[in-house]
């Protein structure tokens, strides 16, 4: 167990609905990132918050927004959804900016149909 | 081209088999080199951790980091069924934040 919890663990969307997606970090963790991991492929990074702002982002549109919160917990949203955002969902903790390991949670299956 | 590329497999041995998994990565930026291990519909596990060039070693496991070839390796010794998953290489640096990037992992089947 890597102490990082996500919820839900499934869920069912229509396109162009909205969804959140949340997030604990491990203990002791001031740093949560977010990736997509379609089937077949590794995660693709989303975004990164640390304290409580969001200090690096991949290649992914506006519609994919985030927050953090002051116990580090940690939210995912995703706007007007599109049929290929159907993935899993990853949260990841660790400590710092840079250059420190990173735990990931057990992810969230989200379904666009 | 992919920054990562990792060979998809499927990988398949039979138990007590030495496995060599790679990737190799175009980015010099790297410098830090991560394994994770991933069950069926399940999270990432990581597996090893490396800073730059070098090799370490965990029980069963051993990473292997060479920067000036751009590759690295995760060898597992005596393999077991219970190893059978997908391992994924990532790797960080030159960013500023911790930005992973995976390769598309390598699918291992160990049979009793």
């Known amino acids: 167990e890597t102490g990082v919890t996500q919820s839900p663990t499934h869920l069912i969307k229509t396109r162009g609905q909205q969804v959140t997606l949340r997030c604990s970090s491990q203990s002791g963790h001031n740093t949560v990132s977010w990736y997509q991991q379609a089937l077949g492929q590794g995660p693709q990074f989303i975004f990164q918050?640390?304290?409580?702002?969001?200090?690096g982002r991949g290649n992914f549109p506006p519609r994919f927004s985030g927050l953090q919160f002051p116990n580090y917990s940690s939210e995912l949203n995703v706007n007007a959804l599109e049929l290929d955002d159907s993935a899993l969902y990853l949260c990841?903790?660790?400590?710092?900016?840079?250059?420190?390991?990173?735990?990931f949670g057990e992810g969230s299956w989200l379904t666009v149909v | 081209q992919k920054e990562v590329e990792q060979d998809p497999g499927p990988l398949s041995v039979p138990e007590g088999a030495i496995v060599s998994l790679n990737c190799t990565y175009s980015n010099s930026a790297f410098q830090y080199f991560m394994w994770y291990r991933q069950y069926s519909r399940k999270g990432p596990e990581l597996l090893m951790y490396?800073?730059?060039?070098g090799n370490k070693e965990d029980g069963r496991f051993t990473a292997q980091v060479d920067k000036s070839s751009k590759y690295i390796s995760l060898f597992i010794r005596d393999s077991q069924p219970s190893d059978s998953a997908t391992y994924l290489c990532?790797?960080?640096?030159?960013?500023?934040?911790?930005?992973?990037?995976f390769g598309t992992g390598t699918r291992l089947l160990v049979s009793p």
């Open positions: 490396t800073y730059s060039s």
């Open positions: 990532a790797m960080s640096g030159g960013t500023g934040f911790q930005k992973l990037v």
């Open positions: 990841a903790s660790s400590f710092g900016v840079s250059g420190n390991t990173i735990y």
């Open positions: 918050y640390y304290r409580e702002e969001e200090n």
